[in-house]
């Protein structure tokens, strides 16, 4: 399986413009083959008469860097459960 067939699409959008010219913009979200890291994509490519261009870049984060600033980020929740009420805190590194 290939790592196109394995990202998210977190965007993809097409603009034309009035004086021919053509933007593609795609942002994708996925794993790296070690499962270790996320890779989040950009990728622009911009037609115009004069010609073609693209760029593609792409950030990585680890994913354990990535689920603490999920959780440092998160509100704390409260839960009801037989009848008592307990607060759910974000777990602190």
Same mark, same amino acid.
Request: aromatic letters at 4%; proline letters at 4%.
């Given at each position: ?8 699409? /977190? ?10 010219? $053509?933007?593609?913009? &795609?942002? *994708?979200? !996925? ?8 890779? /989040? ?10 010609? $073609?261009?693209?760029? &593609?870049? *792409?950030? !990585? ?33």
């Amino acid at each position: 399986m290939s790592s196109e067939r394995q990202s998210l699409m /977190l965007q993809q959008r097409v603009v034309k413009h009035a004086n021919a010219n $053509l933007h593609c913009r &795609e942002v *994708s979200l !996925r794993l790296s083959s070690d499962q270790r890291d996320m890779i /989040l994509t950009r990728y622009t490519e911009h037609y115009s008469p004069e010609g $073609l261009q693209w760029v &593609e870049r *792409s950030h !990585r984060v680890p994913v354990t860097d990535l689920l603490r600033w999920v959780i440092e980020q998160g509100e704390p929740q409260t839960l009801v459960q037989g009848g008592e009420v307990s607060e759910v805190l974000p777990i602190a590194r």
